[in-house]
């Protein structure tokens, strides 16, 4: 069986022959081994299975699925990934305009419609346009009634991007952090020389983040050990926002020396 994630993540792999892959994948006897959700309404039905029994070019194929559904992911992933990006933005800003209606679509088509935001999400990303993504995220948040780890995930990045402290530091107070989320804090508020703030989330990693002690001395850890060795690959991922504080690790050690000996700085 393949879904809707398995299209997305095949489209990866292929690069630029992204047009061949779609046009491999949305063909007749493939449907037979789609999931369509139970949830699904029949209009929704109707334009995913136009997707795959179409004998039309694929853009003319996303037009007629889009007249029985416009939230039909299937061809709006198809769109997505064939139209300029001026084109794409238009289609985006239609949907945003919709967000209006979201407390009348039934289920599926909710899940559809977060799901094209988050795609936006990543077009903005791509583009640079950071501001205009994290209004997108957060109307995401909103619809969906809660932050979810990758809402969070999300808007720590924007935030470490533009080095907007303030919103950053605001985010950690209401959410639960992960590790990249923590570092990437840390980074931002010693670039704005907020260090009582950056003590303050240190020694709160210090706690909730299993090995974030070791952060000083890397190579203590035990890379043989799954966890210890995430937590690893996790700081070097880091590693270029790190840099741009020259001193952090001595910072942190610092810091750990002088809670150790109760010395306070």
Request: proline share 2%; glycine share 2%; net charge negative.
């Amino acid at each position: 069986m393949s879904d809707f994630e398995d299209l997305v993540e095949g489209i990866s792999a292929v690069r630029k022959e992204t047009e061949a892959y779609l046009n491999d994948f949305f063909v007749k006897k493939n449907l037979k081994e789609y999931e369509i959700p139970q949830n699904a309404s029949k209009e929704s039905v109707k334009a995913i299975r136009m997707m795959f029994e179409s004998k039309k070019e694929l853009k003319e194929r996303t037009r007629s699925a889009f007249e029985e559904d416009p939230f039909c992911l299937e061809a709006f992933f198809t769109y997505f990934i064939l139209s300029e990006d001026i084109y794409v933005s238009y289609r985006f800003e239609a949907y945003r305009k919709e967000a209006s209606e979201y407390a009348d679509f039934d289920d599926y088509t909710k899940h559809c419609y977060l799901r094209i935001m988050d795609f936006y999400v990543d077009f903005l990303l791509d583009l640079h346009n950071i501001t205009l993504a994290i209004t997108i995220q957060r109307l995401i948040a909103r619809l969906s009634g809660g932050m979810s780890p990758r809402t969070v995930s999300r808007l720590a990045l924007m935030y470490s991007i533009i080095e907007d402290e303030k919103e950053f530091y605001r985010l950690y107070l209401d959410n639960e952090f992960g590790c990249y989320d923590y570092l990437l804090l840390l980074v931002t508020l010693l670039k704005h020389e907020e260090e009582i703030k950056a003590k303050e989330v240190l020694f709160d990693m210090f706690d909730r983040i299993e090995y974030a002690s070791y952060i000083d001395h890397l190579w203590d850890l035990d890379l043989k050990d799954p966890k210890q060795e995430s937590f690893y690959k996790t700081v070097e991922d880091c590693y270029e926002e790190i840099s741009s504080i020259p001193c952090f690790f001595s910072w942190v050690n610092e810091l750990k020396e002088a809670n150790e000996n109760k010395i306070v700085l």
